[in-house]
């Protein structure tokens, strides 16, 4: 669970928490956080080993989103961490 220490891939579950109803694009997610595309492809596999995150393919785009049970088990962590007031 160290993974989600690292600044980038905060970021990168901040905005998946934010848009939880939404599948984003790899490209979405780097302009979202202000991020590289190769770095946000490292995190992205991180995140996936970890079992944190899901993908689905949308023709030949794979789109991320948190798995449910991980938006339930942390949203409050999230909320802690992200949204202190």
């Not at 079992?51 to 802690?80: C, M, P, Q, V």
């Amino acid at each position: 669970m160290k993974t989600i220490f690292r600044s980038g891939i905060k970021d990168i579950l901040k905005t998946l928490y934010t848009n939880k109803n939404k599948k984003i694009h790899l490209r979405e997610l780097a302009r979202l956080t202000n991020q590289h595309g190769p770095n946000i492809s490292r995190h992205l596999a991180d995140l996936k080993e970890e079992n944190i995150i899901k993908f689905e393919k949308d023709g030949n785009l794979k789109k991320f989103y948190l798995r449910n049970n991980t938006a339930r088990t942390t949203s409050h962590d999230l909320n802690r961490i992200w949204m202190p007031y």
